[in-house]
């Protein structure tokens, strides 16, 4: 560990407490970044997009269960992959404990990715999740919410929708997606993140970033394993 000046407690205090007055700021400014987000306008969605879940075939409406609000986690598992993406699993390993919360706050939570149903089940179990994880193979969804992209899109260098970074090599992004439905049954697309947008779901990161060696990486998530896989 890289050496750090070492000083009074009287001395630590008085640093301390010009850090919190920054810490302080952001919070403030993350408070109103969030009603910012709150109050941006809605899309109606309109295409009706259809997937493969456990208890068979489901519409975007289904998925939000008996909430008015929806998360979905663009999770990258493509077709013929043998397991997900090692930094959308860390992320995964976040969800179900949010989840024990979430159900009762009028938020369904669940993750979709663009492999058939029968090929990521068997990572699922690996991994011990219980999060509810849909296959929208053979669908528009992941495409048209910026997380999936032909050789053809990737060839031409096309605008990735809200995203941040090019697709990996397999044609795939990580990403959020928000929706909401009225009491008619309509739904709407409320919010989309990508990329960084995405490390505030990262609970371990928070913890982290605490500590005086914090994220500890040459670059973004390079220590990061399937959890089964720390130690191999």
């Known amino acids: 560990m890289a050496s750090h000046k070492i000083v009074g407690r009287e001395e630590w205090l008085a640093a301390r407490k010009a850090l ?3 810490e302080k700021e952001l919070s403030r400014r993350r408070d109103r970044l969030s009603e910012a987000r709150q109050a941006l306008p809605w899309v109606a969605v309109e295409k009706p ?4 879940g456990p208890d068979g075939e489901e519409s975007l409406a289904g998925l939000f269960g008996g909430n008015s609000q929806l998360v979905v986690y663009h999770f990258m598992f493509g077709p013929g992959w043998k397991e997900g ?3 959308c699993s860390f992320l995964s390993d976040h969800i179900d404990g949010a989840n024990l919360h979430l159900a009762h706050h009028d938020v369904s939570l669940v993750a979709v990715s663009r492999a058939p149903l029968a090929e990521f089940l068997p990572f699922k179990k690996r991994m011990g999740w219980r999060f509810k994880w849909v296959s929208s193979h053979g669908g528009d ?6 997380v999936s992209f032909t050789a ?7 605008t990735y929708n809200y995203a941040a970074s090019k697709p990996h090599a397999e044609g795939e992004l990580p990403g959020l997606s928000v929706f909401a439905k009225d009491d008619s049954g309509q739904v709407f697309h409320t919010y989309s993140t990508y990329a ?3 490390d505030i779901l990262i609970g371990a990161h928070n913890y982290l970033d605490l500590t005086p ?3 500890d990486e040459a670059s973004t ?8 896989r720390y130690g191999t």
């Open 152 to 158: 053809d899109d990737v060839e031409k260098g096309a």
């Open 196 to 198: 960084r947008g995405l």
């Open 20 to 22: 919190l007055a920054e």
């Open 221 to 228: 998530m390079d220590w990061i394993r399937h959890h089964d």
């Open 141 to 146: 969804f992941n495409h048209d919410y910026g």
């Open 85 to 87: 993406c090692s930094g």
């Open 213 to 215: 060696k914090g994220r």
């Open 49 to 52: 997009y259809r997937f493969e």
